[in-house]
């Protein structure tokens, strides 16, 4: 373990022995930092926390600290937990979670989260997403694995976002994301089916022409959401991406974009 003098880690804290901390951080009782990951100089980590392994946490980020919510009650149990292999860059802020968010906020595995980034309590981020510098996640925001937001990118509290979707610069999501679908403006709007980022991960291109077909009865057509949803269903287009997109639809509970 590396730990610059000018840096506080408090004794309880649990620190891998490769762990590195740059100057002038501050590491609170209850945390836990797994092997090979690197804290910047600048930050400060409270807990309840548990960081995993290989996290790259770059200066002026702040993880763990209390929610931004007035009905927090600090004697409530709450926490943070990171996965492996992250990179969260200059002046990223991360909540704790809450009671009534289930007390905690986590993020997955292999996620790239630029300058700037806010993700509030009881946020839920999956594996391998990518959020643009200036992004801001409200309360309770869901986020699937492969997710791609365009900086200054805002979320509405309770919204959720399906795997594979993409924002452009600025959107304001205020209803979930269907997944593998792009959306941009204020507030933000579905433009077409991320044919790029599945094309990326590997998809064959029968499988990108179903969800192709699937926006446009969802989107294109006139239909409304219950015409839509019996058209997919009835359709011959069964892969397991058309069934997790219709599967996201039906299970909305906030709406989708439209």
């Not at 595995?109 to 992004?135: E, K, L, P, R």
């Not at 192709?212 to 287009?237: F, H, M, P, W």
Request: glycine content about 10%.
């Amino acid at each position: 373990m590396s730990v610059h003098p000018t840096s506080i880690v408090h004794p309880s804290a649990r620190l891998a022995k490769d762990v590195v901390v740059g100057p002038w951080s501050q590491i609170s009782e209850d945390v836990t930092i797994g092997e090979g990951t690197v804290v910047g100089s600048h930050c400060l980590i409270q807990g309840p926390t548990v960081i995993g392994k290989k996290n790259e946490i770059h200066s002026f980020s702040i993880l763990g600290s209390d929610p931004q919510d007035k009905k927090f009650e600090a004697d409530v149990a709450s926490r943070l937990d990171i996965g492996d292999r992250n990179v969260i860059r200059e002046y990223c802020s991360v909540n704790r979670g809450t009671k009534a968010g289930g007390g905690v906020t986590r993020i997955g595995n292999d996620n790239w989260i630029m300058a700037y980034c806010h993700i509030a309590h009881d946020c839920q981020v999956g594996n391998s997403s990518v959020f643009a510098n200036n992004t801001t996640l409200a309360g309770h925001v869901v986020v699937g694995n492969f997710v791609t937001l365009g900086g200054f990118t805002g979320i509405h509290q309770f919204c959720q976002l399906g795997e594979g979707c993409f924002s452009a610069i600025s959107a304001i999501i205020k209803k979930d994301v269907p997944p593998y679908v792009i959306v941009k403006g204020n507030a933000a709007k579905p433009r077409c089916i991320n044919r790029i980022g599945l094309q990326r991960r590997g998809f064959p291109q029968e499988t990108i022409n179903a969800l192709r077909r699937c926006y446009r009865v969802l989107y294109l057509q006139g239909n409304t959401l219950e015409t839509a949803i019996k058209k997919i269903e009835s359709s011959e287009d069964n892969s397991s991406l058309v069934q997790k997109f219709l599967e996201f639809i039906i299970e909305s509970e906030r709406g989708i974009v439209r």
